[in-house]
């Protein structure tokens, strides 16, 4: 079958067709999050080097997401999307029967380099189905599932490995896999005007993939294991962040002296381009680093099961899909830079809500100051890519997405790897300060000892000496759980402010609406 379209199909079941596999890759992204211990246990290893299933898949992942405009120059766009989900769905089958760990972690980076094409080539696809007046809310729709699969992954990992095993969560993705390729291949046809390169003409560019795969994949385990390893009293850390920065500086340098870059950054000349490059970037770190917090909140400083932090964060992403249609019609009658506005002061407003919780807070109040955090990101995603492809050319678009992509995937991974790192350090900070309150002076500290110490006595039986060391853990686990709260507080009010300190770069940039292509992360 021709790879052009023989005839005239309904773009809607094009789009239903390109986020099927999306929506399966993003999930993947955190669904093997809650599985970890239960994949320890399985497997003979430790929780911590487990975690390398993680952050291998990132790794791998970054690395393609800024090469797939080039690969679908080469091979042509439909063949490298069937090509990224067919590697997708058969690594997902052998992370589902991997016999040990070191091959589950070869097997998620195979899974990674499969899923990394997958949302720019799939966001191509759409630009080129859709006339541009319909394109807001065709990306509306596709965004719906980019924005929920994040969300509900780490409730649908927790509910399979609980009641089936961890191996589903990788198996279940097969099925799905399969359901894609078929559709894909009779539905999904490049366009007339797409135009393939020729290796006769350009040399694959081994070294430039080379250079720049160790450079992400540096990068990304420097923010991915930094926190653990204490940054950079590890020499492992040193070492790799030294090679990430020489790699990556010398990657962009090479890239510019290119005819035919791998990655396109002469795209980052465009100011609206470059503006919205750093909204995208800014928007992961806040929504993947909330998304890694709260939940460590609500189950080990209110004691929540896994489901029922999950039902928290649930209403959220129930509220991004009622407000994608409706920011879909406004991008039609508003200035773009409102829209953009008006989602940044929601996201820090919710996130400025969440730095005034205590050990105290309901469930209510927290799942109110998620959606207020969550429409902020409605406003956000669709607006920001209708003003970062106003003035790109038809032919950069997969150059343009996969580098919004990766821009996205790195502040995702920055945002996770800071706000953890803030929260151990602003821990131990409130920690050495409410230690101090812990002396016999003290009127409250003692008032507590008498009353904890007493009531070991009477009501549990203990010698005085006894019950005296019980109130001692008591009073120290306060200490530890309210210094924990105040460190939780202080990291979403530090995202909060960023949200905020965006708000200026809006009067660099002209004024849009959705008339040009409109892309979604």
Wanted: hydrophobic share 55%; net charge positive; aromatic share 12%.
């Amino acid at each position: 079958m021709s790879d052009h379209a023989p005839r005239r199909i309904n773009p809607w079941i094009i789009a239903i067709t390109v986020m099927i596999a999306t929506f399966m890759e993003v999930l993947d992204t955190s669904v093997a999050n809650v599985a970890l211990p239960h994949i320890a246990g399985n497997l003979s290893a430790t929780v911590e080097e487990t975690t390398w299933v993680l952050t291998s898949y990132l790794v791998a992942n970054a690395v393609v997401l800024p090469l797939g405009g080039y690969f679908s120059s080469l091979m042509g766009r439909k063949r490298f999307y069937i090509l990224c989900v067919s590697l997708f769905t058969a690594a997902s089958l052998l992370c589902g029967i991997a016999p040990s760990l070191g091959w589950l972690i070869f097997f998620r980076i195979l899974q990674g380099l499969g899923g990394g094409g997958l949302q720019p080539i799939s966001q191509a696809i759409l630009v080129e189905t859709f006339p541009h007046e319909k394109r807001g809310a065709a990306m509306a729709f596709y965004g719906m599932g980019v924005v929920l699969a994040p969300i509900i992954g780490p409730v649908l990992g927790g509910w399979i490995t609980d009641n089936f095993s961890w191996h589903w969560i990788f198996l279940i993705n097969i099925p799905v896999g399969f359901l894609s390729i078929a559709l894909t291949t009779s539905l999904v046809f490049d366009p007339p005007t797409f135009h393939r390169i020729s290796l006769k003409d350009n040399k694959f560019d081994y070294f430039g993939i080379g250079i720049i795969t160790l450079g992400l994949a540096s990068l990304e385990i420097v923010l991915d294991e930094g926190q653990r390893k204490d940054w950079f009293t590890s020499g492992f850390i040193v070492f790799f962040a030294i090679l990430a920065v020489a790699a990556l500086v010398f990657a962009v340098l090479y890239e510019l002296k290119k005819k035919r870059p791998i990655v396109d950054l002469r795209l980052l000349k465009d100011r609206t381009f470059a503006v919205a490059a750093l909204m995208l970037f800014v928007l992961g770190f806040v929504l993947y680093g909330s998304l890694a917090l709260l939940p460590i909140f609500l189950q080990t400083l209110l004691g929540y099961t896994a489901v029922l932090s999950g039902w928290v964060l649930s209403p959220g992403g129930m509220a991004v899909m009622a407000m994608m249609p409706v920011v879909a019609v406004l991008l039609k009658r508003v200035d773009t830079r409102w829209l953009i506005g008006i989602g940044f002061v929601f996201c820090g407003l919710g996130l400025i809500q969440m730095s005034g919780f205590n050990l105290q807070v309901d469930f209510r109040t927290a799942m109110e100051s998620r959606i207020v955090q969550s429409m902020g990101f409605a406003f956000l995603f669709v607006p920001i890519n209708v003003m970062a492809f106003q003035h790109i050319p038809h032919e950069k678009t997969s150059y343009a997405t996969g580098l919004m992509n990766l821009l996205r995937n790195i502040g995702g991974s920055s945002g996770i790897a800071i706000a953890t790192t803030m929260l151990a350090r602003r821990a131990q900070f409130h920690q050495a300060n409410l230690i101090g309150n812990l002396a016999p002076g003290n009127p409250a500290y003692q008032g507590f000892m008498d009353r904890a110490a007493q009531l070991g006595v009477l009501r549990g039986g203990l010698s005085p000496a006894d019950a005296t060391r019980m109130a001692q853990g008591s009073a120290y686990g306060l200490v530890i759980r309210q210094s924990t709260m105040m460190a939780f507080a202080d990291t979403f009010l530090f995202m909060g402010v960023i949200c905020f300190l965006l708000l200026p770069l809006l009067l660099l940039i002209r004024k849009s609406r959705a008339t040009g292509p409109v892309m979604i992360d």
